[in-house]
């Protein structure tokens, strides 16, 4: 068949790599005029290194990664408040973890496609026409032409999504934080493998010591509008929320200006009923974003990628039956890891300061596995079993 992904992230790629095993004729769409690069890191585990280990890249990861050895929450004087070991917490849910930037995750994946899958950059869809047997497609630089499916992989902010539902806005229950993502070249401070992170009313700021010598900040904190488009926008914005952080909040907002690469959007989730139409659908944050909140949104679409090439095998090739197959079999486990997500908003940017006590001696406590296990169970749990990987 030939098929169409539209984004080259995690899912796509993913899917890109199923799919040409299954003999499969791939084109891969991405929107930036190149692979992307820098950015933040995740937090990978679960069903998602089940997916990675099938495909043969957990070395890879694991050699490009982190494992941090442990989770420090200080107090405005940098003094440790809390500590927690990363690997033991998520261990709680029988998994393994790596801490990869995500852009590194993507390439990683994309190194295992061969020549026979059809690389586009610079390019995206502006209409899908699927007349029950084949997707026309009409591309915003050159010709329209036509596939067997499409899939769009085209993250949260879908343009895959809008040409299917209709617009952003309907589909996304925005979580009223927001996250700025930066790193530097130079930063005075360092902890190697140790995630310093500072919370307090409003908001979080998390340093996190990259290998190339760089600094990463996260930041995240409570606001209920737009995040504004333009970068010189955002930094006021961030700015301005974090106008009252103490400890080292001011020393990070002072090198934001120095940054190699700013990110900044809405912890938003993405809600829709169905995840396609006919032979058109979605996968990872297009079809079902959990947010950042989650920490899984990387391994969820990797795992939909991967479902939906062994539903398409299962399915002598029919789209709709594969699609609604995946969606069937995911959408309750995503619908329930979204709403876990919700409530870890507290977590990242406490409202008040009795949530902000509760959050220090919860974290205090966390070291004791049966805490953690009643306090992140939910969130952790992982109740996906793979079937064995596509063949075609
Ligand atoms: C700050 C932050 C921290 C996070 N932390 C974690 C974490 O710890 N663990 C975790 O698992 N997840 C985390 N996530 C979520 C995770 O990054 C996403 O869930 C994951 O990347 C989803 O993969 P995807 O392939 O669906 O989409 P993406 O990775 O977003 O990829 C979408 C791709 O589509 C391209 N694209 C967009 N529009 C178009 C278009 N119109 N045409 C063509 N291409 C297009 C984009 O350029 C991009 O390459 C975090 C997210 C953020 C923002």
Redesign the pocket.
């Known amino acids: 068949m030939r098929i169409l992904i ?7 790629p993913t899917l890109a790599h199923w799919l040409e095993r299954g003999g499969h004729e791939v084109t891969l ?4 005029p190149r692979p ?1 690069e820098g950015g ?1 890191l ?3 585990w679960g069903s998602g290194f089940d997916v990675a280990e099938r495909m043969g890249i957990v070395p890879q990861l694991m050699e490009r990664g982190y494992v941090f050895t442990e989770m420090r929450e200080v107090g405005p004087d940098g003094r440790r408040i809390a500590s927690l070991d990363p690997v033991g917490l998520i261990g709680q849910a029988g998994g393994r973890y790596v801490t990869v930037g ?1 852009t590194d995750l993507a390439g990683v994946i994309s190194e295992t496609l061969s020549e026979r899958v059809e690389r586009l950059f610079g390019n ?2 502006t209409a899908l026409d699927d007349d029950g047997t084949r997707v026309r497609v009409a591309f915003e630089h050159g010709d329209e032409r036509e596939f067997d499916l499409v899939v769009g ?7 895959v999504r809008h040409l299917l539902f209709g617009p952003d806005g309907v589909h996304r229950r925005d979580l009223g934080i927001a ?1 700025a ?1 930066f790193d530097v070249a130079d930063y005075p401070r360092r902890d190697e493998l140790i995630a310093i992170s500072h919370t307090e009313v409003g908001h979080q700021a998390l340093r996190l010591a990259l290998h190339d010598g760089g600094t990463m900040f ?1 930041l995240t904190f409570r606001h209920d509008g737009l995040i504004p488009h333009d970068t010189v926008a955002q930094h006021e914005l961030v700015r301005h929320a974090l106008r009252d952080a103490r400890g080292e909040v001011p020393a990070i907002l002072a090198s934001m200006s120095e940054a190699r690469t700013f ?1 900044c ?1 809405s912890a938003s989730q993405v809600l829709i009923p169905s995840w396609s139409r006919g032979r058109i659908g979605l ?4 079809a079902a ?1 959990p947010s ?1 909140l989650a ?5 969820l ?1 990797m795992v939909e990628a991967y479902l939906l090439a062994a539903e398409l095998d299962r399915a002598g090739g029919d789209p709709v039956a594969a699609f609604t197959a995946t969606h069937d079999r995911l959408a309750r486990v995503v619908r329930s890891k979204q709403d876990a997500a919700v409530s870890l908003g507290v977590a990242f940017a406490p409202r008040t300061r009795w949530q902000l006590l509760l959050r220090t001696t919860l974290l205090r406590t966390m070291g004791l596995p049966v805490v953690a296990r009643i306090a992140m169970g939910r969130s952790l749990r992982d109740p996906i079993e793979l079937p064995p990987p596509p063949h075609g």
């Open positions: 539209v984004g080259a992230g995690i899912g796509g769409l991405e929107i930036a992307r933040y995740v937090d990978f995500r995206t869809v992989a085209d993250g949260l902010h879908s343009r996250v993502v996260i990110y959007d996968i990872g944050d297009a974003a950042l920490g899984q949104g990387s391994a679409a």
